[in-house]
């Protein structure tokens, strides 16, 4: 009887030792988990650390270039500050662009819109091309660059083929994007007129807005701008 009474003594402790260990073991399971978790949390993997890499690398990429008038405008009098000029700083804000403004080397141009047409018509004729003022930045730092300009007599400013001829080279490979501010005759060809005079660029969606607009109805040229915008990515 004793030998019976200390076997069932023994397979009780050893029943009990069972039970703890396998308690202790279910125990740290979860505690294992929710330790790896925040590992993965706290260092991301290999692809989302190349993937935030890639998007630090993009930034800054993009440069806004235009040419820009003030004085006295169709439909809306005398400006301070131009139309495209206007809509070239709304595209830098929102894309965190660099930007840069064409400014003729000789300011010939008259401030009357009349006398202003006559000289635009005239330099359209001559196909001249004006000097700009300043440094072009150095294109090879950007992937992408949008140009604007008034439309003159249905085409760019003749100041405009001189940027882009005096940059071919640097042109070539990148993506251009055209944008026009108009009184009715919208991107007026903006766009095919591009590709022809940089054949080695690719030429993305261009954008149009009223030149009226930009001065009294600034927050819907924004809307339009950020619409657009998001349609080409940004």
């Known amino acids: 009887m004793k030998r019976i009474g200390k076997k069932l003594v023994c397979l009780t402790l050893a029943f009990c030792l069972l039970f703890c260990m396998t308690a ?32 630090s690398a993009g ?32 595209i830098a804000d929102e894309t965190g662009a660099d930007l840069f403004e064409l400014v003729p080397a000789d300011d010939h141009y008259p401030m009357t819109y009349a006398e202003l047409t006559d000289t635009a018509k005239r330099e359209q004729n001559e196909d001249a091309r004006p000097e700009y ?46 944008f026009s501010t108009h009184e009715g005759s919208r991107l007026s060809g903006f766009d095919k007129k591009l590709a022809v005079a940089c054949p080695d660029a690719e030429i993305g969606k ?5 030149g009226k607009n930009c001065q009294n109805r600034q927050d819907s040229v924004r809307e339009d701008v950020a619409e657009w915008l998001g349609e080409l990515g940004y």
């Open 24 to 55: 202790c073991g279910q125990g740290s399971e979860p505690e294992q988990t929710a330790q790896e978790h925040i590992s993965n949390e706290a260092a991301p993997s290999a692809d989302n650390k190349a993937e935030q890499e890639d998007n």
């Open 133 to 178: 003022a300043g440094e072009v930045p150095d294109l090879s730092a950007y992937d992408t660059i949008f140009i604007g300009a008034p439309v003159w007599w249905g085409d760019w400013p003749m100041i405009c083929y001189t940027f882009f001829e005096n940059n071919a080279d640097a042109l070539a490979g990148k993506t251009l994007v055209p």
């Open 59 to 90: 930034e800054g990429r993009s440069l806004v270039v235009c040419f820009s008038r003030t004085g006295e405008q169709y439909t809306v009098g005398v400006i301070d500050k131009g139309n495209t000029a206007i809509v070239a700083e709304m």
């Open 206 to 210: 261009g954008l149009a807005v009223r």
